[in-house]
Structures are given as structure tokens and as C-alpha cells.
């Protein structure tokens, strides 16, 4: 049940299966993330979810499963997030990491760049360059490489 959901974590909040996401924790809802640090309790989790939801819905995101690591004290899920924001398509690698407390999860973080916190900050990156995962070489990086929607490797640049 725990991996399902957490494979599914981000078709579930733009679903808006709260209580399916509510499942995965084995007390209070515990999250941190690189934008809103930890949010902690039932309430704030649904509103972290509803701001999620929103925000996705705005970017038309889809998420696309990159890799999962399952060991007997957490599961680790690796997306990347495919974000429209105007006229750019931007991939966004995002790791999501539940410490197990038996089948559900005691705590939850994610991590990703924080692009969108720093958007009025950070000057526009020049690298057109795709994003390749730590650890792969070019050649198995053509295997596990992730390019837009388009098809065209994006820019993994500030928004």
C-alpha cells in the first residue's frame, strides 16, 4: 500500500485523493519541503495538498516515475515533474523519501530545486542543457534520459 501511493503520489493530489494520501501516514501527518519546511497535523497537510493540486493544475503537470528504492526503513521515489510555465516546458527531478513505520510512513520529505521560491531572484539560466541524473553516463543516461512533452530536451532553468 505505502510504495502504491507513493508511486502514485502525484496523480493522487492532482485527484484529489486526500484520504489515500492521509493513508500513507501511520500517526499525524508529517512533511517537510524545500518551499514550505514542515507541515505537521491533518489540517495543514490537506492545505499543503490543496496548494499543490492548485499549483500543478496551473503548470500542467505530469509526473513521470523515474526510480524507486525500497528498503526495510524507507522507500525513496524519484520523479521528474514536467512543468509548463508560459512559453517553457521544464523538467523538474524530484525525490520524494518516507521513513517506514511499518506499511505507512512516520515522516515524509521531499526534495527538489526550489525554482519557483527564487523566481523573482534568480537571474535566468543560460544552460540548455538537459538534466542528467547523478551517477549515469551519457550512454545510460540515453536509456533513463527524460526529455519534454515535446519531445525536445528542456531547459532546467529558473521559471
Known amino acids: 500500500m505505502l510504495r502504491e501511493t507513493l508511486k502514485n503520489f502525484y496523480a493522487g493530489i492532482l485527484g484529489g485523493e486526500i484520504e ?7 500517526d499525524e501527518p508529517l512533511i517537510n ?3 514550505q519546511g514542515e507541515i505537521r497535523g ?5 492545505r499543503y495538498l490543496s496548494d499543490q493540486r492548485a499549483f500543478l493544475q496551473e503548470h500542467e503537470a505530469k509526473a513521470e516515475l523515474f ?3 525500497d528498503t526495510d526503513q524507507r522507500i525513496v521515489v524519484e520523479f521528474v515533474l514536467y512543468l509548463k510555465h508560459g512559453n517553457k516546458n521544464i523538467d523538474l527531478p524530484v525525490s520524494i523519501v518516507a521513513d517506514r513505520s511499518g506499511n505507512t510512513a512516520s515522516e515524509i520529505r521531499v526534495y527538489h530545486r ?8 534568480c537571474r535566468q539560466a543560460t544552460s540548455n542543457e538537459p538534466f542528467q541524473a547523478p551517477g549515469r553516463t551519457p550512454d ?9 512533452q515535446t519531445g525536445q530536451s528542456s531547459n532546467t532553468g529558473a521559471f
Do not use: C, M, V, Y
Request: hydrophobic residues 40%.
Open 140 to 148: 545510460n543516461q540515453e536509456i533513463h534520459g527524460r526529455t519534454s
Open 20 to 26: 489515500t494520501l492521509l493513508s500513507l501516514f501511520s
Open 33 to 35: 519541503t524545500p518551499l
Open 42 to 46: 491533518k489540517a495543514n497537510f490537506i
Open 67 to 69: 526510480a524507486l528504492t
Open 114 to 121: 526550489t525554482l519557483a521560491a527564487h523566481r523573482k531572484t
